[in-house]
């Protein structure tokens, strides 16, 4: 396949310029509380901190990835499942902790859309450091000496502890060797409850129709908690096979104020215990001093298994699709590292074994919405330029982003398929 073919996922034809619907976007939701989805308490050790926030991912062939989170440093990275036998097996994995400045984004109080994600009050009485900021030697103001009364923006003072985040435990851990179209329960260490998934079915097996979730700029309002139910009312009852969710970045909306990444990953627990969900990093999880930090040390997907060298960009089989994910925030010109990973895996998929091909990623290159325009101008190939090829057969930008389909006619238009 040739390389240009695949990467020209979304056009919309040049003399589509003006309004092109009649929608209008909704007012925003209402915000959720940081303690709104309070910490979980089911465990042999709520003191000390239960496991949260469970999500899957799918792995490469035969394997899911648990991930979850702690505040108790000795929980074991393992997880205990079992299948229909109901033989219980122990996987183990790895753990890690970061820390990070808050970064204050002036949408964390005033929003464009929604309610405020913190009061000016309360990040004033966050960056106070009067109590304790004072010169031992001459009692006077120290170094670290805020009076609190102007909120400052940006970036946090690394002198005052109260502004340096610091995660809770995260687990990571493979579960393998599995059975495609397979029903097994698990549980994470420190928690006492009991989850269970289904393995998609395997490439080439004709297990049609396949049901795959499509969500993106999911952030964590009312209406973003209703959205990851209804996903799980309908992943959890498709039929014959379900697949996982495409969510096609924009997680928490957190934006550097990272206890957020919690409280969304108590709020997608729900849905991700149970049916796998697979990422790509939008804009959000780059900027506002985020870095790709938070998201990677989160959300692994399977990277290594496809032969890539980082977690923005990976490929796996679900059923008889298979799904390739694409960095719309790192280089993708002609001999970056993107590219030429892109550049050797499209030869390995065998379209007879997975003959549908979805590529997501978060920004599509061609669209009428000018804000998006400008952030996909360097890395855009020229339209029909695209050297022939099989394309995609549908793509998975970020909603939030403009979703656009590819014009009628277009070398860079996937074909048409049932």
Not at 54 to 79: I, K, N, R
Request: aromatic content about 8%; overall charge negative; charged content about 15%.
């Amino acid at each position: 396949m040739a390389i240009a073919a695949a990467l020209l996922l979304v056009a919309t034809a040049a003399a589509d310029t003006g309004v092109t619907s009649a929608y209008r976007r909704p007012r925003g939701a209402r915000l959720l509380a940081d303690d709104s989805l309070g910490p979980h308490t089911q465990c042999a050790n709520p003191t000390a901190g239960c496991s949260e926030q469970v999500h899957l991912a799918l792995g490469g062939a035969g394997e899911m990835v648990a991930s979850w989170a702690t505040d108790d440093d000795t929980t074991p990275s393992t997880v205990t499942f079992w299948g229909a036998d109901g033989v219980e097996r122990v996987a183990r994995g790895q753990a890690t902790v970061y820390s990070q400045i808050l970064f204050i984004d002036s949408n964390l109080v005033s929003p464009e859309m929604g309610a405020p994600g913190a009061t000016a009050e309360e990040l004033k009485h966050m960056q106070d450091t009067r109590a304790w900021a004072h010169d031992p030697w001459t009692g006077g103001r120290g170094e670290a000496w805020n009076d609190g009364k102007k909120l400052a923006y940006g970036f946090g003072e690394y002198k005052n502890p109260a502004e340096i985040y610091t995660s809770p435990v995260l687990h990571s851990v493979s579960l393998a060797p599995l059975q495609p179209g397979a029903t097994y329960g698990y549980r994470v260490a420190g928690d006492g409850r009991n989850f269970s998934f289904t393995t998609p079915p395997a490439p080439g097996s004709g297990s049609f129709p396949l049901t795959l979730g499509l969500t993106a700029d999911l952030g964590q309002t009312t209406v973003s908690a209703a959205n990851v139910g209804r996903l799980r009312e309908l992943l959890s009852s498709a039929q014959p096979h379900a697949g996982a969710v495409l969510l096609s970045g924009d997680l928490s909306y957190a934006d550097g104020y990272y206890p957020r990444w919690d409280s969304f990953g108590r709020m997608l627990e729900k849905l991700a215990a149970e049916v796998p969900v697979l990422t790509t990093g939008g804009n959000h999880e780059i900027g506002d001093s985020e870095s790709w930090v938070s998201y990677n040390a989160r959300f692994p997907m399977p990277h290594q298994t496809a032969g890539s060298v980082t977690n923005l960009w990976w490929a796996t089989d679900i059923g008889p699709a298979h799904v390739v994910a694409l960095c719309s925030y790192a280089a993708t010109r002609p001999g970056s590292l993107q590219y030429r990973w892109l550049e050797r895996h499209l030869p390995t998929i065998d379209r007879t074994l997975t003959p549908w091909l979805v590529v997501m990623m978060h920004v599509p290159w061609y669209n009428s919405n000018v804000r998006v325009t400008h952030q996909t101008a360097l890395p855009r190939p020229e339209p029909n330029t695209a050297t022939p090829g099989p394309g995609p057969d549908t793509d998975a930008p970020g909603p939030g982003q403009s979703m656009a389909a590819p014009a009628p006619g277009s070398k860079t238009a996937a074909p048409d398929r049932a």
